[in-house]
């Protein structure tokens, strides 16, 4: 008997506090989200459609259309004469032929190596794209989720990139579909401030141990909240979406953990299989 009635005092406890939370909050800042009206949640390519071809690569990100995704995840740094490139370490050596630091080449060098090759021989065309050959082929069209790596080993990479989403029209998310991430919350902050109109979002680890009052602040310049699958309740996506921020999850990797995110009311989803994730939400929704 005494266990039941624990079990039902946790199970009250629990329900009101799901029901405390405001279902519709006031966002804080002024960029309108890029994706309404698309079916939540988004289904968001990893680093490109990543499992088919290698990562960061044009390949990749043509696959990922190709494959029906909803959003392009990739990664950004600089190289040593200050372009943007797409490419996740910060050393060359997994994802090209070559051997050594990004920001310790140039734009030149970097474009001599191959990108392709170490996923496999029939991808040895692939070069490491620059951000603005990614911007010139799919923005507007296709909406692109850029994360900025390592801001602080790259001084003036906001501003750089701020003046390439202006010189192209692409600053305001809500006509781009671009949303920019990080984990470096004063880099996002100091984009939002170059960049009113864009979409920001604040990648974490541990989204669980983020307070109310920490969220609060975080939403004034935050459209998103970008957590690790791991240790993530359906009660921190809620904390989070009553904040005003909404979440896309990183990064799912098999049908058990794609189906407990969709449940937990995740807003985006990202996944090197975009195709796996399409089936999945069709099959559920049957
Ligand atoms: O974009 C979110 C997620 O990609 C962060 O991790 O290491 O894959 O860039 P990583
Ligand atoms: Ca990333």
Not at 9 to 34: G, R, T, Y
Not at 246 to 262: F, H, K, L, N, P
Not at 263 to 276: C, H, L, N, Q
């Amino acid at each position: 008997m005494k266990p039941f009635i624990i079990r039902s005092v946790s199970v009250i406890l629990i329900a009101s506090m799901l029901f405390s939370i405001p279902a519709h909050p006031e966002a804080a800042n002024a960029a309108a989200d890029p994706m309404s009206g698309t079916d939540k949640p988004l289904i968001i390519a990893h680093r490109g459609a990543s499992l088919f071809a290698p990562e960061n690569t044009m390949a990749a990100f043509h696959k990922a259309v190709e494959m029906d995704a909803d959003m392009i995840e990739l990664d950004v740094r600089l190289t040593k004469d200050g372009i943007p490139v797409v490419i996740h370490d910060p050393k060359v050596n997994r994802t090209t032929s070559g051997r050594g630091k990004v920001s310790g080449m140039t734009y030149k060098q970097l474009r001599e190596l191959d990108a392709g090759k170490h996923f496999r021989q029939a991808f040895a065309a692939e070069r490491i794209p620059s951000l603005a050959e990614v911007l010139d082929t799919f923005s507007p069209g296709t909406p692109l989720l850029i994360e900025l790596k390592d801001p602080k080993q790259s001084p003036g990479i906001e501003e750089i990139i701020a003046g390439m989403l202006k010189k192209r029209r692409l600053d305001n998310s809500a006509v781009s579909g671009i949303v920019v991430q990080s984990f470096d919350r004063s880099s996002m902050q100091k984009l939002k401030v170059l960049l009113p109109r864009l979409s920001i979002g604040l990648l974490v680890t541990r989204a669980g141990k983020l307070k109310k009052s920490e969220l609060k602040k975080i939403s004034q310049y935050a459209d998103y909240i970008n957590p690790s699958r791991k240790g993530l309740s359906t009660w921190t996506i809620r904390l989070i979406q009553s904040s005003g921020m909404q979440v896309y999850v990183w990064d799912i990797r098999s049908e058990r953990q794609a189906v407990a995110v969709i449940k937990a009311g995740a807003d985006g989803i990202m996944t090197k299989d975009p195709e796996f994730l399409r089936s999945l939400k069709t099959r559920l929704a049957d």
